[in-house]
């Protein structure tokens, strides 16, 4: 027989049996994401042949505006897991305030914060585009709902971080300290399929993916670095990196992890914090990569270790290749050190000015 066939829910029914204190609460809300992530893919798979594209009129509190694959998905998620019994409460790119559960909810041990459907302005154009989702430990006192405290948490404290990504095939990727793991829907069978166990981050950064669009908007630092991926600038690489950017992070993100490479959001002149967020974009994509072997950072330090202080609050992001990222913080460093002196100095009344 060919390789072991192991399900995911094999797998993280697995990884728990390690822990002999595991009550099973975890493995049972991962099997609740894994369900929303096939009847997600489901649809995202049809969603050319369905009246589900296209636009619903509404904006969320992004600003952006709200396409009904964005919405279905939300609304997927959020009913799922408040009615699963172990999550406290959620938080979601689509909704601005908390998100509770029905009153036995209070039980739930965990929170989880979700991008239901990141990069959704690409669904019309068949780009690939991706769920995203953290799991923390509730910090509040069981039995009650779960408080705005419970999301607050440095994303080094995360419990597990992970993604769907929908694109050739339907992958779920996620983590729970212990390894990075890839598993492939058969959409035969309905499973997840482990396809990708420990994923590691390729010694070799190969890959730049930023949108140049915004040069001129960067800080000295980042623009510098950015022409030493193209091998041009003060500091050219002898052997520039490959362009590569799809403006979905979800799948920027896939290539770059199995490839090697550097994924940059910068802030800009006029948005020093960018655009992605720090709570549900940027800790599980900097969890995930960290267990990689990579690193990710917001131009100042590492990501995970910010202590947030709003929901939605975004950041500068700059994921991939640790020596790369490094090499980011240094052009900053010598570029821009009124930057990193600002940062610092603002740092714990968190109202940071960012690259
Ligand atoms: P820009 C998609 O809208 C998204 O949130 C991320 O998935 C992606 O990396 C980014 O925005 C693309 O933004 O400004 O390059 O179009």
């Not at 609460?25 to 798979?45: D, G, P, R, W, Y």
């Not at 904006?59 to 279905?72: C, P």
């Not at 590691?200 to 960067?218: A, D, M, Q």
Request: charged share 20%; aromatic share 10%.
């Amino acid at each position: 027989m060919k390789q072991e066939l192991i399900s995911i829910q094999r797998y993280v029914g697995m990884e728990a049996r390690k822990f002999p204190q595991a009550t099973g609460e975890f493995t049972a809300l991962m099997t609740e994401i894994v369900l929303t992530a096939k009847v997600i893919s489901s649809q995202v798979n049809k969603a050319g042949l369905i009246e589900i594209l296209g636009k619903t009129g509404e904006t969320n509190i992004q600003g952006e505006e709200v396409r009904k694959l964005d919405e279905y998905a939300n609304d997927l998620f959020l009913h799922i897991l408040k009615y699963s019994g172990h999550v406290c409460a959620m938080a979601s790119e689509e909704a601005e305030e908390l998100v509770q559960g029905p009153h036995y909810s209070n039980s739930g041990k965990y929170v989880v914060l979700l991008d239901p459907l990141d990069g959704s302005s690409n669904i019309d154009a068949n780009v690939s585009i991706g769920s995203i989702f953290a799991i923390y430990k509730r910090v509040s006192p069981a039995g009650q709902p779960g408080e705005l405290r419970d999301f607050l948490q440095p994303g080094k404290d995360m419990i597990a971080g992970g993604y769907i990504i929908y694109g050739s095939s339907t992958m779920m990727v996620y983590s729970t300290g212990q390894g990075v793991h890839g598993f492939t829907l058969d959409p035969s069978v309905g499973t997840f399929l482990l396809s990708h166990p420990n994923i590691t981050l390729p010694s070799k950064c190969n890959i730049y993916s930023v949108n140049e669009g915004y040069f001129h908007r960067w800080h000295e630092g980042v623009r510098h670095f950015v022409d030493h991926c193209k091998g041009s600038g003060p500091e050219p690489l002898e052997k520039p990196l490959s362009a590569r950017y799809i403006g979905s992070m979800v799948a920027d993100f896939h290539r770059n992890l199995l490839y090697g490479g550097i994924f940059m959001y910068p802030g800009t002149i006029n948005a020093p914090l960018g655009k992605l967020r720090l709570m549900y974009e940027a800790n599980p994509m900097a969890f995930l990569l960290e267990n990689a072997g990579g690193y990710a950072s917001n131009g100042y330090e590492p990501i995970l270790e910010v202590n947030p202080s709003e929901l939605h609050e975004r950041t500068p992001l700059f994921m991939g290749n640790r020596d790369e990222v490094l090499q980011l913080e240094d052009f900053v460093k010598r570029y821009n050190p009124e930057l990193v002196e600002s940062y610092f100095a603002n740092k714990d009344n968190g109202k940071a000015i960012a690259t």
